[in-house]
């Protein structure tokens, strides 16, 4: 078993939050499970087995920069100094550029790039202080392949690559360390909400899975 860490994980009520909350958790590590859905978050604490002590639900909004100070105070106050935050939280909404709407340009800019800017840098200020720790930021494949149809996604995917790669060297030499990763479409909600959407062809253009 890995040495005991703590983990802030956003987007933890659903799909690879969720999944990775609940395996850090049975690795033996302490989590700060953030997100606003609530109910998911209790499924989450209930689905969790051997989590008493070592999870903690929190609701947490990612484009608040307050909700983010309240969210690493909180972990702090039940496990001690955070070792790890991940950035997992995500909005994704299909459309072609010419028919998206405001909310959508809102959403995908406030939840994908400023969530993600808030959340490292209130870590980042905490963890240079004490000269360690470790910010992961969830991009994704769009963010290195524009994907037509999911333009807003693509964009703010973009941007959170950016961002990740300039923030890493700037950290350089702080004993702060940023990983950026850069998964391919997982079976979650929000791949399945992509179903019914003609602009989310490309995403189902692949070979189908043996």
């Not at 209930?46 to 307050?66: F, I, Y």
């Not at 997992?88 to 994908?112: C, M, T, W």
Request: aromatic share 6%; glycine share 10%.
């Amino acid at each position: 078993m890995d040495a005991a860490r703590v983990f802030v994980v956003t987007g933890a009520a659903s799909g690879i939050g969720k999944h990775l909350a609940r395996r850090l958790v049975a690795r033996g590590h302490k989590v700060l499970a953030g997100d606003l859905n609530e109910a998911g978050l209790a499924a989450l604490v209930a689905e969790t087995p051997g989590h008493e002590g070592r999870l903690v639900a929190q609701g947490l909004d990612v484009t608040r920069a307050e909700a983010w100070e309240k969210a690493l105070d909180a972990a702090e106050r039940a496990f001690g100094t955070v070792d790890v935050v991940m950035n997992i939280a995500g909005y994704l909404k299909p459309g072609f550029v010419h028919e998206i709407d405001e909310r959508s340009v809102d959403l995908h800019i406030d939840v994908n790039v400023k969530g993600v800017i808030w959340g490292t840098r209130a870590a980042a200020r905490r963890m240079v202080a004490r000269g360690a720790g470790h910010i992961v930021n969830f991009g994704s494949l769009a963010s290195m392949a524009a994907v037509p149809g999911l333009c807003l996604y693509s964009a703010s995917k973009f941007a959170v690559r950016g961002f990740s790669l300039a923030a890493a060297a700037e950290l350089k030499g702080t004993g702060v360390a940023v990983t950026l990763v850069m998964p391919d479409a997982v079976q979650t909600p929000m791949l399945d909400l992509q179903v019914n959407y003609r602009e989310a062809a490309m995403t189902f253009s692949g070979e189908r899975r043996r």
